[in-house]
């Protein structure tokens, strides 16, 4: 068996090539999928969240960490799966309805994937309805609501209003985010929580789920 540190060392470093041939190499030895997640995978993308808070990262080397625990994720999901691993927790995310901006959401989702969540990434421009419609299809913990529009925001108080109405709000933890959104706009809608990047997003969500 190889050195699973370099798998380690390849997610920091956003070597995705790498990432994916050492996981595809552990599993033809033998190594357990929930293992290589969890003891070297996850941590690894916590060492990137904590480079950049300490400003030692930023969203580029973010983005390529992402994708290299993305490229390596490839190959485990179906392993996971088979032997009935359960996620983190499961995560609708989308760019809230009027709004069409998607690099911080899709930063958001990659990072939570790269934290052991399951994530159902809704795209752009999501009405209330499909939010519920899905978290409710996926029996998902947590919806994570972007925008990047100061217009579109009160789309964010919307969707809370229906997930209410839907008798949903108390089974899911609702947590938004982007450039216009504030701590103090979270409170005043009724979210369960805010973050202002991306990697603060994964420990919200972590919280959120009592991880």
Known sequence: MEDLNQLNEAIINGDAKTARGMVERAVAEGADPVQLVHEHMVPAMNIVGQRFDCNEYFVPELLLSARAMKAALEILRPLLAKCGAEPAGRVVIGTIKGDLHDIGKNLVA??????????????????????????????????AMSALLTTTMPAMKTTIDALKEAGLREHVKVLIGGAPITRKYADEIGADGYSENAPGAVSLAKTATGK
Do not use: Q, R, W
């Not at 752009?124 to 913990?141: H, L």
């Open 110 to 143: 990659a990072m939570l994937e790269g934290g052991g969540f399951e994530v159902i990434d809704l795209g752009v421009n999501v009405p209330p309805e499909k939010f519920i419609a899905t978290a409710k299809e996926k029996n998902a913990n947590i919806i």
